[in-house]
Nanobody
Framework: QVQLVQSGGGSVQAGGSLRLSCAASGLTLSSYLVGWFRQAPGKARERVATMTWSSGTNYVDSVKGRFTISRDNAKNTMYLQMNSLKPEDTAVYYC?????????WGQGTQVTVSS
């Protein structure tokens, strides 16, 4: 059974930093396309960052230069380092993995950035 368990997040003032973690079980993250998504109140879920099995990365324009997606293969865990946070980054963040049998999601974690 594939399971993604998130940790991190919380509340921070604008300009601050947070790191999200997503620990996987039931599969090896380094074999698949993984990513982070977010959903703000009243808005559609948005893809924030992705990483391929070969460690290629891609970011939505609004977070380029501020967010970094990474992966620790030994821990089978992925991360989202968020710097220079803005109030518009406030959302529930989800990790995601696309694997052979489907798609798995983390439980979501709230990130709140105050001005």
């Amino acid at each position: 059974q594939v399971q993604l368990v998130q940790s991190g997040g919380g509340s921070v003032q604008a300009g601050g930093s947070l790191r999200l973690s997503c620990a996987a079980s039931g599969l090896t993250l380094s074999s698949y396309l993984v990513g982070w998504f977010r959903q703000a109140p009243g808005k559609a879920r948005e893809r924030v960052a992705t990483m391929t099995w070969s460690s290629g990365t891609n970011y939505v324009d609004s977070v380029k230069g501020r967010f970094t997606i990474s992966r620790d293969n030994a821990k089978n865990t992925m991360y989202l380092q968020m710097n220079s946070l803005k109030p518009e980054d406030t959302a529930v963040y989800y990790c995601n993995v696309n694997y052979i049998r489907g798609v798995a999601w983390g439980q979501g974690t709230q990130v709140t950035v105050s001005s």
